[in-house]
């Protein structure tokens, strides 16, 4: 719930015209908020829940895809929105709980839950394969499964994509003025 509330705040004060090195915080954030999407969107693919120890695809590279496509769905939609407050207020706010909070707390609740439903196995693809940021090549001992579409659509990513992409069109529209910022805030 907290994430859709940011999300709107963002969105609401988002203002990509607002800041000095415009159009390039909305063309890197679009970017990063799309490489984020296809972190998410290849993740799903291979993500079959509590079922086995996932280490195919990008599960290979990193133990959490879908979390590294998190973060840079939010660090994208934050440089893309604009205003000086979102870049350089919001974002280093979201950037600290992300990596203090958030990133911890999971590591600590999956890996112990991982641990026990799959022990040495677990283990070992634990600490062959980094959290968050990926390996250039994929670990060696890493299943050879192939993607598949009805995963993603199965784990609810198809969603998540089209959010994502709505929430590009809008700060879009609102850089070439067809929607205005919902506040006027002083840049």
């Known amino acids: 719930m907290f994430a859709y509330a940011f999300a709107a705040a963002v969105l ?3 203002d990509p015209r607002a800041i000095s090195w415009q159009p390039w915080n909305l063309v890197g954030g679009a970017f990063l908020c799309l490489f984020g999407a296809f972190w998410r969107i290849w993740g799903c693919g291979h993500l079959r829940k509590n079922q086995a120890v996932i280490s195919s695809g990008p599960y290979s590279h990193v133990r959490n895809p879908l979390y ?3 973060l840079l769905n939010l660090f994208g939609f934050l440089l893309a929105a604009g205003h000086p407050f979102v870049v350089y207020g919001l974002l280093p706010f979201a950037l600290v709980v ?6 911890p707390k999971k590591e600590r609740v999956e890996s112990e839950r991982m641990r026990k439903r ?6 070992a693809y634990h600490a062959a394969v980094p959290g968050y940021l990926p390996r250039i090549t994929p670990w060696s001992g890493a299943k050879k499964d192939v993607m598949s579409w009805p995963l993603v659509a199965e784990n609810s990513e198809w ?3 089209f959010l994502i992409l709505g929430g590009l069109g809008v700060l879009t529209a609102r850089y070439f003025g067809v929607l205005p ?3 006027g805030l002083p840049v």
Do not use: M, R
């Not at 799959?118 to 283990?123: K, N, R, V």
């Open 68 to 70: 590294l496509g998190t």
């Open 159 to 161: 969603e998540t994509f």
């Open 12 to 14: 609401a004060l988002a």
């Open 118 to 123: 799959f022990g040495a196995e677990f283990d």
């Open 181 to 183: 910022p919902y506040f």
């Open 98 to 103: 992300f990596a203090a909070y958030y990133v």
